[in-house]
């Protein structure tokens, strides 16, 4: 098994040439040609997502968030990325990201979000050519009244909290949402027709809504976890009996805490 061999099931579902321009998806450690024995899943590439893999044998990462993101000028011990690097390079393991690319594909991100609130009839929200876009949007099972809608969003993300705009006066029978940052896909939601619109590291001033619109905080890592179960299930059904596994420390490794 090589890195190619991996990178070519998981840009079938989300090729490379659809990430946003600002992005940097794709194989930002190692070639191609590398010979891979074993792969692990996470969502940021951290020092101790490295440590894993050593540990436990794999020699592939893949993760949501791209290790390599803005324009490195240094490279250093003190630092997270720095330090993540270094400890990939020594020791012989292949870096991968999907995260535009898994963000704007149905399948992706906000289609899991879609998933766990049950929606029906989902469309992309912001879409693109070919089906491919940002968010997704589509239809409750049944109308719930804004408290309630709120109640299950907590339950289906497994929330101890979230923000919320006013919450509507009318049952929300329609949802849109983008995982991560997606406040700019605001005005997309409200286009939809949805009532309730959900989303990561909204701002203040996006919390004043018009009347029967609500925007729903759930926090970016909450909003997009999801993805490494995706990225699991595609190596794991391409390659039954490969060794691929998610990060055991998965669930605890949102660096956002609450109190």
Known sequence: MTVRDITSVIEGFAPLSIQESWDNSGLLVGSPAQEVHGVLIGFDCTPELVDEAVSSGADMIVTHHPLIFGGLKRVSPDDPVGLALMKAVRGGIAVYAAHTTADKVIGGVSGAMASRLGLEDVQVLDEEDDGIGLG????????????????????????????????????????????????????????????????????????????????????????????????????????????????????SSNPVFYY
């Open 136 to 251: 997704a949007v589509g239809n409750l099972p049944h109308p719930m009244q804004a408290e309630e809608f709120i109640g299950y969003v907590k339950s289906c993300f497994g929330l101890k909290v979230l923000r919320s705009s006013r919450p509507v006066a009318i049952p929300v029978t329609r949802v849109a949402m983008c995982g991560g940052s997606g406040s700019s896909l605001i005005g997309k939601a409200l286009q939809s027709g949805a009532q309730a619109y959900l989303c990561g590291d909204i701002s203040y001033h996006h919390f004043f809504t018009p009347k029967d619109f609500m925007v729903m905080d759930i926090g970016h890592f909450e909003g997009e976890v999801e993805i490494c179960d995706v990225l699991f299930s595609l190596i794991r059904k391409k390659f039954p009996t490969f060794a691929v596994r998610t990060s055991v420390k998965l669930n």
